[in-house]
């Protein structure tokens, strides 16, 4: 390459300048591609229709972030997920779709443009896994003005709360002064925190591990329902034994939080419904049928399962959300399950992932009135 130093400034070439304005071309072209349908304002709420009729949806399963507080090999599972060409440009791109007051892409003008009412946001500390974003970033998300409230005094965005369970938990008094934190967004934004968030797996901790536990004291004591990562994740770094996603593990607690006992009630939601293995989903499905406090959000269901029921891995192309919609049906347990995609993703995943369960509804034999249910109102009847 050809170059001369004029006033500290390299001049290169038009021969190297060709590949140089090829590769920002490319790069422009990716990011285009990216915010495909959300380059316009989005109107306030683009209604979704079912047979007619317009319903509301809630999305209880979306991740604002940073980039930068991604993990390494986060970061690198989500920019290796995109075209060669275009990784330079995907880390400001990534960052703008989690941010959700970002003009045009950002996670608010998504939920318009795909017609989502409100939304539920998660703080996480999953450092060694996907990244972290801290209780106090998502009180400011929620405690901005432009979270604006409906006619009804219900807020756009809600969020669960998360806790460490890293660098320190077990030092002598580190868990009691997490836990003290946790409990005082409750105590002091009810109306914005309405629960908690845990994802075992990525978090390195077993479902049974008594030192533990007292997140669900937490949770109970303020009325607020415990959401759980279940399944198998595809995250570099997250646990692949069962005992950190399997949802049969979380019997034991499921149980002494039933209100039964003396213990007080305390509602759980399994996000994903064990996705991923087969195992697993078979005993989400099972631990809601024989537990009326436990729910199902159908989250992330749009990949095939990697290992069969024997836990052999397994190399199918089929997604897993029919069967499952079908066995929630069958077994009873449409008004015990919730909606949310695991989003935003890439530009138009919300709108996208909202359709493909409403079809998947339907296809599965689920009636309006159902569909309804697992949309917005199991929902409204959980959390309000």
């Known amino acids: 390459m050809s170059a001369s130093r004029t006033r500290g400034r390299c ?6 300048r060709r590949p140089l304005a090829a590769a920002l071309l490319h790069g422009a072209l990716f990011a285009a591609a990216l915010l495909h349908g959300a380059l316009r304002a989005p109107a306030a709420h683009a209604a979704v229709d079912l047979d007619g009729e317009a319903i509301e949806i809630v999305d209880m399963h979306l991740h604002p972030g940073r980039f930068a507080q991604m993990s390494p090999g986060g970061k690198a599972f989500t920019v290796t997920a995109t075209p060669d060409f275009s990784r330079a440009y995907a880390p400001p791109v990534f960052a703008r779709l989690l941010d959700p007051w970002a003009e045009h892409v950002g996670i608010q003008a998504q939920a318009a443009a795909g017609g ?12 060694e896994t996907t990244g972290y974003f801290t209780n106090e970033q998502l009180a400011a998300i929620l405690l901005d003005s432009r979270n604006t409230r ?3 005094g219900r807020p756009w965005a809600r969020g669960f709360a998360s806790i460490d369970f890293f660098d320190g938990w077990a030092n002598p008094g580190v868990a009691d002064q997490r836990l003290a934190a946790l409990s005082s967004w409750f105590a002091k934004h009810r109306d914005v925190f309405v629960g908690v968030k845990l994802a075992h797996a990525h978090q390195a901790v077993t479902f049974d591990d008594p030192e533990y536990l007292a997140v669900y004291e937490v949770a109970a004591s303020h009325g607020v329902p415990v959401l759980l990562h279940t399944g198998f994740s595809p995250f570099p770094g997250s646990q692949t034994e069962p005992e950190y996603y399997d949802p049969q593990y979380l019997e034991t607690v499921v149980s002494n939080y039933d209100g039964t006992g003396t213990l007080p009630r305390l509602e759980f939601v399994l996000s994903h419904v064990g996705q991923g293995d087969a195992r697993s989903v078979e005993h989400a499905l099972a631990l809601a049928e024989a537990h009326d406090n436990v729910y199902l959000e159908i989250s992330a269901l749009n990949r095939p399962i990697t290992r069969d029921a024997s836990g052999a891995p397994v190399t199918v192309t089929e997604p897993q959300y029919p069967s499952v919609l079908t066995e929630i049906r069958a077994r009873g347990l449409v008004p015990r399950t919730l909606y949310g995609s695991d989003g935003p993703q890439f530009s138009g995943f919300t709108a996208t992932y909202a359709k493909l369960m409403i079809d998947g509804m339907k296809t599965a034999g689920y009636t309006p009135a159902e569909i309804r249910q697992v949309m917005s109102e199991n929902f409204e009847l959980l959390f309000d």
Not at 11 to 16: F, H
């Open 11 to 16: 001049r290169t070439s038009g021969a190297a």
């Open 116 to 127: 989502l009412d409100r939304v539920v946001l998660y703080a996480v500390y999953a450092q």
């Open 150 to 152: 409906d006619p009804q």
